[in-house]
């Protein structure tokens, strides 16, 4: 798809800035349910909400992390589609498990318990924040069981839909650190153009009714 054609499907400068808020709100919200898991202040960067190809939305995340990636992703299904994504460096999985699990335990039983304890915690943490963005939304998402992958950052964003197949996606990234336990990762969305489409709609109405989206 041309810059010119995603120009053509791109939010509004106040349809993104709602967007962002409610992103920043839900993820604030995520963030602290992981704070609470590991004891420790978990910091967020600034979110990242941009229309972009599938291909740069690889670009994104490679460039800024080439390591084997450990994600967990879930399906979310309503008036809005699409793949939530928590994503880790692999050798800083294990680091992420040790902070959730008893000290007393040896490596070998961190090891056994990381596939759970990864689902688990991807679990909290997408699910907070999207019900936190379709509350804000007066929308219902149906949320599919987390699944944990292992690969690099091409194989997350060419997974069967949801969202559909296509060339051009809403990408909203963000990531965050637990820096006394040396715990980074990321969390990522991605929505067709057709859930976009409807995500615009929705966004209208809640700047409706709150009179703009500095108030969401």
Do not use: W
């Amino acid at each position: 798809m041309s810059a010119n054609a995603i120009a053509d499907v791109a939010l509004s400068d106040i349809q993104l800035d709602a967007l962002t808020e409610l992103v920043n709100l839900g993820v604030s919200r995520a963030a602290g349910n992981l704070a609470v898991m590991v004891r420790e202040e978990v910091l967020l960067s600034v979110p990242k909400v941009a229309l972009m190809t599938r291909q740069d939305a690889i670009q994104t995340l490679g460039q800024r992390d080439s390591r084997s990636l450990v994600a967990v992703h879930q399906t979310f299904e309503g008036e809005i589609v699409g793949r939530a994504l928590l994503i880790f460096p692999e050798e800083r999985s294990l680091e992420l498990v040790r902070s959730l699990v008893s000290s007393e335990l040896s490596n070998e039983e961190i090891i056994e318990l990381e596939q759970e304890a990864l689902a688990e915690t991807g679990n909290v943490i997408l699910n907070s924040c999207l019900a936190t963005i379709a509350n804000s939304l007066e929308s219902r998402l149906k949320i599919s069981l987390p699944e944990v992958l292992r690969g690099e950052s091409t194989r997350f964003f060419n997974l069967p839909p949801p969202p559909t197949a296509g060339p051009t996606v809403l990408f909203v990234y963000i990531n965050f650190t637990v820096r006394r336990r040396d715990i980074e990762g990321y969390i990522a969305m991605l929505m067709d153009l057709p859930s976009l489409e409807a995500l615009k709609k929705l966004l209208d109405a809640l700047i409706r009714r709150t009179g703009g989206a500095s108030q969401v």
